[in-house]
Structure formats: C-alpha cells, structure tokens
C-alpha cells in the first residue's frame, strides 16, 4: 500500500499519530527545498567560474598572440636580404654617417654609428639600420615619421627630454635628420633614422614590414609626416588628390596596421599609443584651395575614431588638430601680410609654437591612460571664430 495511504489510515485511527505524521511530511519538503536549492546556488557557482575560466583563457590568446612577433614575408625577406648584402659589397672603405646611434658607455657622450649610406636609385630599398640598440636602454620606444624638422622635430625633442628612446624617419631632409638625431642623444637617450617614401603605396607597406620586424619592441607611434599644399579646382588634377590621400592617410593607416602587435605589446602603464597630427581646419572649418588636403586629413581623423576601437584595451589612438604652430616655408603663408590676417582672428593674438604642439603630443602617448578616440584642437581658440 502506497505511503500516503497508509499515512492517511493511521490518521484516521490516531489523531496524534496524524501530527507526527504531517510534522514529518512538512521536515521532508523542507529538507527537499534546502537540497534543491544548494543544488542550484551549487550549479550557478559552476557556470559562473567556467565562464570566468574561459574568459581568462580567451584574454591569454589575445596577449599570445599580440605578443607574438608577425610572420615576416618570404620574398620580402629575401628581397631585404639581397639588396643588405649588395649594399654591403658596394659599400666604400669610410662610410658616411648611418641612421643608427649608440651611448659610448666609457664618456657618457653619444655618437653616430656609421652605415651604408641610401641609394639614390631606389631609396626604399636600402637596409633599414639595426634598430635593436633601441631596446637595449630599457627606456619607451617612439617612432616618429617626419621626425627631422620643424613640428616634428620639436615633437622628437619632448619625447628625448621624457627619456624616450626615438627613431624618426625621413624623406628628403637626410641631413637634417643626421643632426637632429645626433642632438636628440644629448638627453641621455639613443636615437635612429631612416629613409621612408610615404608617397609610394607599395614602398610605405615593404616600409612598414621593414620595421615590424626590426624594432625589438614600440611604445608610440607619432604620424606626423604630410604634405600641405593649396589645389585651386582649376588646377586640380587625380594625381594630386592621390598625393595627398596616400601621405596623410593611407600611409599612417598602413603603418599603424603592420606595427599593431608591436604596440599592443608595450609595457607602458596605459598600453600602447598612437598620435597623429590632423588639422582643425579638416574638422569644419576648410580654408578655400585646399580640398585635396582638407580631404586627406578629414580621413585621418576618421582612422583615429576608427582605429580607437579596434585596437583596445591594448593600444590607444588619438590626434593633435593644430591650427597654426609653424608656418608654411613658401607659399602665400609666409608672407607676413597674410598671416596678420590669419592671427587677428585667433582669440589668443599669436600663433602657436611646435614645441606647444609636442607637449600635448607627449602627453597624450604618455601620459593620458584613460584617453582614447580624441582630437585635441590646439589653436589659440581660432575654432570659435
């Protein structure tokens, strides 16, 4: 006979046996919730630490593999390797000053390491320097590309007074970025150059895998390098319009791209950093002439937006939009007439200076961990006039 049956006789016969019976039936539900219920605290624990199991799986896939060094291509390589090793059997008995630069540990002076110099040829051919030496200091690496004057050298020059180790390209201020390098190492820190045609899609990628498989590490990568030049429309032509896009943009794209993994490698406290120099007058304010450019660098500012979320947590991406830091070396810019014009109509009463510029471009790769996706104006004011 079924339980409760027997249950519900006894019952009947016994009015105290009833009690004890209902007390029991009551202990046993209650004994059947408290299991169910450990059962399920016991079962949503278990989801739970699989779940942070994986996730702390997933995010080690992602270090190893921003960790680990890209695969370099083939024939590139080969191609590297023949033309290092013609340069090497070309080279003359006394080279001329190379692009990398050493400490002297016994004087605590800096000087040139020599090298083969570029061909005139094919510049984008000649052998990338040994960049290894950067990374033997320990100090943050920076790459800046038009490093060798004017704002970018200015932009060089903050980063060596922060302890920067840096390596500046250039296109063709070769000379100038022999000095700039050789005095940058009065602060204590090593400095390289390197030959880059930022105008050459095919020469910026090879350019760009150069130094990816070089560089034993990088912290900040500064796109500074551009063209600036007015395009009245009755003068535009394609080819123009391709300058512009190709150096102010496709080729900081490229270059962000191919050194990604060495960024998100960085060991600075806020990850890795990427600043490129855009232009207020690109974000709503065009001056008339000057569409080819005003396009190229409204790109730009669309490839820090862009690139800020698809490089974090590890590497953030930011722009400096300066208005006037340096004025033009030709052009109707130079003349002192035209730039009265343009300072009355900057609330401050004065252009800007590179090295103003730089302070915020340091800051930004340096300092400013919890800023990502930004365009700092840097114009006096002359955005709200």
């Given amino acids: ?70 695969s370099p291509d083939p024939w590139q390589e080969s191609a590297r390797r023949l033309a290092a090793s013609a340069a090497d059997a070309d080279a003359p008995a006394e080279p001329d000053l190379g692009s990398a630069q ?22 984008s051919a000649a052998p990338i320097a040994d960049l290894e030496a950067l990374g033997s200091t320990g100090h943050p690496i920076v790459m800046i590309t038009g490093g060798a004057r004017r704002v970018g050298r200015a932009i060089a020059e903050s980063f060596a007074v922060a302890g920067c180790d840096v390596l500046l390209t250039f296109n063709s201020s070769r000379e100038e970025a022999e000095i700039a390098a050789a005095e940058l190492q009065a602060h204590g820190v090593l400095a390289a150059i390197t030959h880059a045609d930022f105008d050459d899609d095919a020469a910026a990628d090879l350019f760009a895998r150069r130094i990816a498989s070089s560089l034993p590490r990088l912290d900040a990568l500064i796109h500074n390098a551009s063209i600036y030049s007015p395009s009245p429309l009755d003068e535009l032509d394609a080819g123009t319009i391709l300058r512009n896009y190709r150096v102010n943009a496709m080729s900081p794209l490229l270059l962000t791209a191919r050194l990604s993994r060495l960024l998100a490698n960085s060991g600075l406290a806020g990850g890795g950093s990427v600043v490129a120099m855009c232009d207020m007058h690109a974000m709503g304010r065009p001056r008339k002439d000057f569409a080819a450019y005003a396009m190229s660098k ?37 003349d002192e007439s035209e730039q009265a014009k343009y300072i009355r109509r900057i609330p401050l009463g004065r252009s800007g200076t590179p090295e103003e510029a730089a302070d915020v471009v340091r800051w930004l790769a340096l300092e400013a961990s919890y800023i990502t996706g930004e365009v700092i104006r840097i114009d006096g004011g002359r955005w709200l006039t």
């Fill in 1 to 70: 006979m079924p339980l409760h049956l027997l249950a519900q006789a006894a019952s009947q016969s016994d009015p105290r046996t009833a009690q004890v019976n209902s007390a029991l039936w009551l202990f046993v539900a209650f004994l059947a919730f408290v299991v169910g219920a450990m059962l399920t605290l016991l079962a949503v624990i278990s989801w739970r630490r699989i779940r942070r199991i994986r996730r702390m799986r997933e995010a080690a896939a992602v270090r190893a593999a921003a960790a680990a060094p890209p």
């Fill in 298 to 334: 409204a790109a730009l500012i669309e490839m820090v937006r862009s690139l800020a979320r698809d490089m974090a947590p590890l590497v953030r991406v930011n722009g400096v939009a300066p208005g006037v830091v340096a004025w033009p070396d030709q052009g109707y810019e130079s």
């Fill in 102 to 123: 050493t400490a002297s540990a016994d004087t605590g002076r800096h000087r040139l390491r020599r090298g083969s110099s570029t061909p005139a040829n094919d510049p």
